[in-house]
């Protein structure tokens, strides 16, 4: 499960491509935000899209450093399962992403 | 929770990993077709014992001893990985379950110093310690006399039980009871820690498991001692292991009073009496004991993952390993037929 360098290659693009649509709402909503909301509300927006993706990001560091630390422990003993280790750390990855998606939801709606 | 989960994720995962690579039902089976001590070691060395066979794949030596002496460093290797990775206390009950093998060799050292012998002629009998072991192995064996051997264990953890031990020993020259001594401080070793443990899991995971192994040599021993050696009641209680899991102090006294195998069985609280219902010789306890103690470890690897008994039961299940590895590779070249004598307990064959 090792991946080569042009498999990375390829995986590269669709990487940047699906980072740069998950920043749109983000970037457009940020110009926006001046003209649609003011006051307070706004800034209870904010309050909570930073709590989401901190907390999220808090969550994956957690769960990073457990898998991660179990996935050093394994490939020390057996090499041949990096691979599948790899995919764990994407999982425990995964859940900083789902709190960027809530933030970005919320500065959607600001 | 995510304390324990941090402590042991790394080491778990490890020890998980290392256990999958265990014997399994195909290789016991070739080991024990095995035609030969060739290809018996032959066939080990594409296990993942390998790693420690180099020496006797090399040389003409094929003897039990010398592959005794491979064969270990692998268990050792195993407390030295798992001692690096926890700190006190919980690596110190690593360090208290290897230290039977220090008092094995001190016996060994002992038993040598007591009849003039170097160490190269008892070398064969020594577990390969060394890496891991603090006492001072070198200096030890260059002491010219027993006692002066005993004097210089003062400063380990022996020191003080050997040295209560030497009067008697000086009484009767018996040596008996200074080895039983240094097995005992092994064992209270281990307690010391255990209790030190700041986790309840842990604590209890260790008490199951190493008390479950106590339980089972006591068992043993205690057969061994009054079937064989015809020890008074007294003494075969003296000579017990300390902190069993089920056997407290009054059960090892009635086992201790037992006359034969039927009463010793008769005297044992329930689950344990179910299992040795029908056993009459020792190595059949025995056997009958190790899978009793290998249906708890293999029960540990299914529970929750994060406690110090996953690294315990390993190494427990390793030195049962390697102890019918043994068992096997002495019938190779004696007439005993495959099938005719148990010598894997059924668990360690058992796939789940």
Do not use: C
Request: glycine content about 8%; charged content about 20%.
């Amino acid at each position: 499960m090792i991946l080569h360098k042009k498999q990375k290659k390829k995986l590269l693009w669709p990487f940047l491509l699906s980072l740069l649509a998950l920043a749109y709402p983000v970037l457009s909503a940020g110009a926006e935000v001046a003209q649609k909301v003011s006051g307070t509300s706004a800034n209870w927006g904010y309050i909570g899209a930073g709590i989401a993706v901190g907390a999220s990001t808090i969550g994956a560091g957690i769960a990073v450093g457990l898998v991660g630390a179990a996935a050093v422990g394994a490939i020390s003993e057996r090499p041949e399962v990096t691979g599948r280790a790899l995919i764990f750390l994407g999982l425990a990855e995964g859940i900083a992403i789902y709190g960027l998606i809530i933030a970005i939801m919320i500065l959607g709606k600001i | 929770m995510l304390g324990q989960a941090f402590k042991y994720s790394y080491i778990n995962a490890k020890v998980r990993t290392i256990y999958s690579k265990r014997l399994r039902k195909r290789d016991w089976a070739i080991l024990r077709d095995a035609a030969d001590k060739n290809s018996f070691v032959q066939y080990l060395s594409t296990t993942y014992y390998g790693a420690y066979l180099a020496e006797i794949l090399k040389g003409p030596e094929k003897g039990l001893h010398f592959l005794e002496r491979q064969i270990y460093r692998a268990l050792f290797a195993d407390y030295e990985k798992v001692i690096r990775a926890l700190k006190p206390p919980e690596g110190q009950v690593f360090y208290g379950l290897f230290s039977r093998f220090e008092a094995e060799n001190l016996k060994t050292l002992i038993r040598a110093k007591k009849t003039g012998l170097p160490k190269r002629e008892v070398l064969y009998l020594l577990y390969p310690v060394e890496t891991l072991s603090k006492i001072n192995w070198h200096r030890l064996w260059k002491a010219g006399s027993l006692a002066e051997a005993i004097d210089l264990l003062s400063d380990t953890p022996f020191g003080t039980s050997v040295a209560h031990a030497l009067p008697q020993f000086e009484a009767h020259s018996r040596l008996f009871p200074i080895e039983m001594a240094m097995e005992i401080v092994s064992y209270r070793q281990i307690w010391e820690v255990v209790s030190a443990l700041s986790s309840k899991k842990d604590k209890q995971m260790a008490r199951m498991l190493i008390g479950g192994l106590v339980d089972a040599l006591n068992i043993y021993h205690v057969a061994r001692l009054r079937f064989i050696y015809a020890l008074s009641t007294e003494e075969t209680l003296n000579f017990t292991y300390p902190g069993g899991y089920i056997l407290n102090l009054k059960r090892l006294h009635d086992i201790s009073r037992a006359t034969d195998m039927k009463s010793l069985v008769s005297y044992l609280p329930k689950p344990l009496k179910a299992i040795l219902e029908g056993t009459d010789s020792l190595s059949q306890t025995r056997m009958v004991l190790q899978d009793w103690l290998l249906k708890r470890i293999k029960g540990v690897f299914l529970t929750l993952p994060f406690h110090l008994g996953v690294e315990i039961a390993w190494v427990i299940y390793r030195e049962m390993e390697i102890e019918a590895i043994l068992r096997i590779f002495e019938t190779k070249g004696r007439k005993v037929k495959a099938g005719q004598v148990r010598l894997v307990p059924e668990t360690l064959i058992q796939e789940e």
